[in-house]
């Protein structure tokens, strides 16, 4: 396995000064029991990197197992690191998720010796524990610039600025001047430059690109002071020194090429991690011209370029932007006013614009949430992030809103909605402000905004933006365009997250009609409306109206998807709830059964989605019955949700409900309690106190009180949720006749029976009505009302079957 491994060159030929501290690291062991962790602390650009890649480097020539490099400054950048060594450990790995293919990394190197992981710029301890905690052997080094505690990451060493006889030879051994002339001035240019290896890198370049004498380089060091100074951070005299040596090596590089120093402005305002190297190739006329830029920039020290990616160092970036005008033009020969649609503008855009139009050039052309286009989405994702965030003003092209538009889709369909959050934002300001407000495109972004803040639970927020966004759209293309049926089904969603589900009612009605006339009646659009419409009517207790849609859904959704695909889980789930509040538990199983897989293998083990599949199979298990079954399925939907969307999210509160029942179910009461408050808790601050989920929520933690002989407080409980259920779901709702027999069943087991009589008999009539008199709710209910008739009075001994208390 010594083969294995990612180091690139080093950027340089020359390494001085850092004999001693490369000697301490070759003092620790190759193999052995017990991980070998080290730590190496410095301000960025002290040479951290430098020093790690030579040791890493010897090591790979001694040792016998992978010696394997990860840019780890951000947590999603470790986890894609241990994948990639996976892959190159199995190439079979590299189809797997991120997530299961790092795991299967770290799983390999237990117990292996020989091996070393470089973790380069390390910005939290707290990134490294999940992985650390599990290795017990090898080596581990870590770059950081962080002063932080890392006791539980091994010792840490300190690297300073080079000493004044080393930071003298680094410059002689570039610029190959050694005479007695050039001591002096290259001695002094050291102490200029703060003894910084970046810095004496960049000038050594310079001075032996140029053939400048050091006397000279370093006068106009002196007199041309940067007019940045001024805007950096206090306190940092290298960066101070840095942007002094920039301005003069920008000066070099645009008599020798222009667009070398267009194409580093514009690199800029990327991030400082690997970016893809094919994304600048629309930036000038021709590949040559990108390729000789590149070249450049790398001769000088600018960038670190390989065959398929350029990175740029994060305090060459500061400079650069703090040195850019604002009204800095985009490269003189750029592509780009003709490669994007919409008119030109007059003036060339700022190279931050540039950069965004690059990144949305390079997107893939299908869906984000098509899993194919996953990687290359997560190696654009940080310079999604970095363009975004540093260009503030409005975009000449409003096409490259959906940059941030898209990433943030993709965050989605990972199950990553908080991180989208920001860039879904960033999309919409930037529509708004190239377009207008009330522009179909603006619309667009709303409503997917929307669509992310429904995923956070936060739903009153995303009604608003729904709301504006069918009036936009609607206005613009009328009321029977497709585009109108898309914004009138995600406002119906929404209306029925927030327990309008009669005002959703009609809005969904009239999206399925809009899109089976223009789209037609197998589109998988007209299959998603058909299972919106389906889910409206079994939460209005419609459940034989609801059922021919979902199974028409299904029918259209795995004809035109197949049978593999995410949304056809989604049916076949849909099916299986629909099928149980008809009382066919049996059919249901199956259904659920099938989804899990496919929901797992297309999302992975960790994401929401695969929670709720969880979720689905465990319910139908209970309903039959099966709660030692339901119990591990239950817990692990419950971690994956918690983990995904935080504790406080309204999906964390049903897989809460849903664990306590089954807790419930197996006697475990005194479990279920607190989780069973927890989850109110959470539903009543996400989505209010009239929400028939907090209904829900009420009668549930009154069961649990009930089942520990706690009636008189579930009692109050019993009777809000009654009221809730009544006043969101009507009279007749077969959820209010269960909140009407969770209420008689307190009464009874308080012994008062006559207050419960009257509660059953009305229970008995709505579910019949709604139902059917053959349904097992029904029967439930018919049965537990003649064994309340029969109890002598006061006797709260009840023999009968009580009919289930959830809702």
């Known amino acids: 396995m010594a083969r294995v491994n990612n180091l690139r060159a080093p950027d340089s030929r020359v390494f001085k000064g850092r004999e001693n501290v490369l000697a301490q690291l070759g003092q620790l062991p190759l193999d052995g029991p017990g991980v070998v962790a080290q730590s190496v602390r410095g301000m960025g650009g002290v040479g951290k990197s430098t020093l790690v890649l030579y040791y890493a480097r010897r090591h790979r020539d001694k040792g016998s197992g992978p010696v394997w490099w990860i840019d780890a400054e951000k947590p999603q950048q470790i986890t894609a690191g241990l994948a990639r060594l996976a892959a190159a450990l199995d190439p079979v790995h590299g189809a797997m998720p991120l997530e299961d293919a790092a795991e299967w990394a770290v799983t390999w190197l237990q117990g292996r010796t020989g091996w070393l992981l470089v973790f380069d710029n390390v910005e939290e301890p707290a990134h490294l524990r999940p992985w650390l905690g599990r290795l017990s052997t090898g080596q581990v080094l870590i770059t950081t610039r962080r002063d932080l505690p890392w006791q539980d990451q091994g010792t840490a060493l300190y690297l300073d600025t080079l000493a004044p006889g080393a930071s003298l030879a680094v410059l002689q051994d570039l610029t190959g001047r050694r005479g007695h002339d050039d001591t002096v001035p290259l001695a002094d240019l050291a102490e200029e430059l703060g003894h910084l290896p970046l810095a004496l890198q960049q000038a050594g370049a310079y001075l032996a690109q140029t053939r400048t004498r050091p006397a000279a380089y370093l006068d106009r060091l002196r007199t041309d002071p940067a007019t940045t100074l001024a805007t950096t951070a206090p306190g940092d005299p290298h960066q101070r020194t840095i942007a002094r040596l920039w301005t003069l090596t920008l000066t070099a590089l645009q008599a020798i090429d222009p667009n070398s120093v267009e194409l580093l402005r514009i690199l800029a305002y990327c991030a400082p991690d690997s970016l893809p190297r094919d994304v600048l190739a629309p930036a000038l006329p021709t590949t040559h011209a990108v390729d000789q830029a590149l070249g450049l920039l790398a001769a000088y020290s600018m960038i670190t370029l390989t065959d398929t990616a350029v990175t740029v160092h994060r305090l060459v970036q500061a400079v650069l932007r703090t040195t850019t005008p604002p009204d800095a033009p985009a490269p003189r020969h750029s592509r780009l006013r003709r490669l994007l649609p919409g008119p030109r503008p007059k003036t060339a855009p700022h190279p931050s614009a540039v950069a965004l139009s690059l990144l949305h050039r390079a997107t893939p052309s299908g869906s984000p949430a098509e899993v194919r ?408 209910h018919r049965d537990y009302l003649s064994d309340v008739r029969q109890m002598p009075t006061g006797d709260n001994a009840c023999g009968g079957r009580v009919p289930p208390r959830t809702g």
């Open 373 to 780: 286009y996953w990687p290359r989405w997560q190696d654009l994702l940080p310079h999604v992030h970095a363009a975004t965030g540093h260009h503030d003003g409005p975009h000449p092209y409003p096409q490259t809103a959906l940059l941030p538009g898209g990433a943030a889709a993709y965050l989605r369909a990972r199950g990553q909605a908080a991180q989208a959050l920001p860039l879904a934002e960033r999309a919409l300001q930037l529509t708004e402000a190239a377009l207008c407000p009330d522009h179909p495109t603006t619309a667009i972004h709303m409503s997917n905004l929307a669509s992310t803040l429904g995923e956070l639970g936060r739903h009153p927020e995303a009604l608003l933006l729904k709301e504006r966004a069918l009036r936009v759209t609607e206005a613009a293309l009328g009321p029977d365009h497709p585009t109108t049926a898309i914004r009138l089904g995600n406002l119906a969603r929404t209306l029925m997250e927030l327990g309008r589900y009669a005002e959703a009612l009609p809005l969904a009605d009239r999206t399925l009609s809009i899109n089976e006339a223009t789209l037609g009646s197998d589109h998988p659009t007209t299959a998603t409306s058909l299972g919106n419409l389906a889910r409206i009517l079994g939460e209005l207790g419609r459940h034989t109206d609801a059922l021919p849609l979902v199974e028409r859904a299904l029918r259209v959704t795995e004809m035109v998807s197949g049978p593999s695909h995410p949304d056809t889980a989604t049916r076949l789930n849909s099916l299986a709830r629909t099928l149980m509040e008809l009382g066919r538990y049996a059919e249901a199983l199956p259904l659920a059964e099938r989804a899990l897989p496919i929901a797992e293998a297309t999302f992975g083990p960790d994401h929401p989605d695969t929670a709720a599949a969880l979720g689905h199979l465990a319910r139908t298990l209970k309903v039959l019955g099966r709660h030692t079954e339901a119990l591990p399925l239950s817990e692990r939907a419950l971690a994956i949700t918690e983990a995904a969307l935080g504790p406080d999210h309204p999906d964390t509160a049903i897989r809460l409900d849903s664990l306590a029942l089954t807790l419930g179910a197996l006697g475990r009461h005194t479990e279920a309690l607190p989780l069973s408050e927890r989850a109110l808790a959470i539903t009543e601050a996400a989505l209010g106190p009239d929400h028939p989920d907090t209904a829900i929520r009420l009668g549930n933690l009154a069961r649990t009180l009930a089942e520990l002989g706690r009636h008189t407080k579930a009692l109050p409980l019993e009777k809000r949720a009654l009221a809730i259920t009544e006043a969101a779901l009507g009279p007749d709702h077969p959820t209010t006749a269960i909140r009407l027999s969770n209420l008689a069943t307190t009464w009874v087991e308080l012994g008062r029976r006559t207050e419960a009589l009257p509660l059953l008999e009305r229970a008995l009539a709505i579910t019949e009505a709604a139902l059917g008199p053959d349904h097992p709710t029904t029967i439930l």
